[in-house]
């Protein structure tokens, strides 16, 4: 079938569009994980790759997100990888999910994200959480200070901070007033400027209920951390809508949730893909944060009691199988969630894995661009 064009993939800037068979857009979160003899070179490749066979099969975006000091994660520098994937797409929508507002000053988030405006218009997306993205000592080296509940506690102070850079909009007196974030809107008022004044939608990601309650409340699309925050999804979710309000951004409220899945040819390749993800999750969350390991180690690795009731239980909120167990996973899920888009991230040691896994859901689902 042909690519799907431009106009097709675009649309709202916020909603995406439903295509083929599937309930809600679909859409993509790349952590970039880099496996055992792989290179940070060769998983970066194949987030191109990804992004790419993403637009041509009509996925509605792209994201990546922020995560330091984990070997197995390549996203420390979520602008930098955006501005390349830019470069080697065309239509489909690229962003954060997320940058971790708190790890950064507004303006200079301001300032990255104008720069992708610039560079792909249209097109960029900018997601913000307020969690480090990693361990507390790394965080106080990101952030040059100890006090990490600080930044958490400043999330709401540091978003409006973040917008007013963007809109360009400090009021008469405010310390700020006189700054601006370049690229941005004040190009467009300058004398002789013809800079476009858009900017990247705004959303709120979270694994509980902070984000959910303040995306509604400022009338923002609201992203949920499924994928590894499972039990409260609902909740979360349930949440938004009832605090949103609408605002000049959103009418109702809109949201996606991340979803952990993995297809395969056969469910037992998907069952050894998806355990390479949940033995590199156990190990972080023990301390022993590494390279993705191959299913071949996986597969041999001697679980002890209370490691194997962790992995089954990682196991059970990940989506895998064969392509229409997938597909009829992922359905259950958006029924029962009642989640607007549904993005997909699949945890494997290769990218060859990864790659065949987004081809076959998007077979399942009859998406066009095979």
Do not use: C
């Not at 994937?85 to 300032?111: D, F, W």
């Amino acid at each position: 079938m042909d690519e799907i064009r431009g106009d097709e993939i675009q649309g709202d800037e916020i909603r995406g569009t439903a295509r083929g068979t599937a309930p809600v857009p679909l859409s993509v979160l790349d952590l970039v994980t880099v496996g055992q003899g792989r290179t940070a070179s060769q998983a970066l490749r194949t987030g191109v790759e990804i992004a790419r066979l993403a637009e041509r099969r009509g996925f509605h975006r792209y994201w990546v997100a922020e995560h330091h000091s984990m070997p197995g994660v390549a996203s420390s520098s979520p602008a930098v990888i955006l501005a390349h994937t830019a470069a080697h797409t065309e239509r489909i929508r690229l962003g954060s999910g997320g940058v971790m507002l708190p790890n950064h000053a507004p303006l200079v988030i301001a300032e990255q994200f104008g720069t992708l405006e610039a560079m792909a218009p249209g097109r960029i997306d900018l997601g913000l959480g307020r969690a480090p993205g990693t361990d507390g000592a790394t965080a106080a080296a990101l952030r040059r200070t100890d006090r990490l509940n600080e930044g958490a506690d400043d999330f709401p102070q540091q978003l409006m901070e973040l917008t007013r850079f963007l809109d360009d909009d400090f009021p008469d007196g405010h310390p700020y007033a006189r700054i601006h974030a370049v690229p941005g809107p004040v190009q467009a008022t300058s004398e002789g400027g013809v800079q476009s004044p858009a900017r990247p939608p705004l959303w709120l990601l979270g694994s509980s209920g902070f984000s959910a309650r303040l995306a509604g409340m400022l009338g923002l699309p609201f992203a949920f951390a499924h994928h590894f925050s499972a039990q409260n999804t609902v909740p979360a979710l349930e949440l938004y809508r009832e605090s949103f309000r609408p605002s000049t951004v959103l009418d109702a409220p809109y949201a996606l949730i991340g979803v952990a899945a993995l297809a395969a040819d056969d469910e037992r390749e998907a069952r050894r893909q998806v355990l390479t993800g949940a033995l590199s999750m156990l190990r972080l969350r023990t301390g022993r944060p590494g390279l993705v390991p191959t299913p071949e180690e996986a597969e041999a690795y001697a679980f002890s009691p209370a490691e194997r009731e962790f992995v089954d239980g990682w196991l059970v909120n990940i989506v895998h199988g064969t392509a229409d167990e997938v597909r009829t996973g992922l359905d259950d899920l958006a029924k029962r969630t009642g989640a607007d888009e549904l993005m997909i991230t699949a945890n494997a040691h290769g990218g060859e894995a990864r790659l065949r896994s987004y081809g076959l859901i998007a077979d399942a689902y009859g998406l066009p661009g095979a």
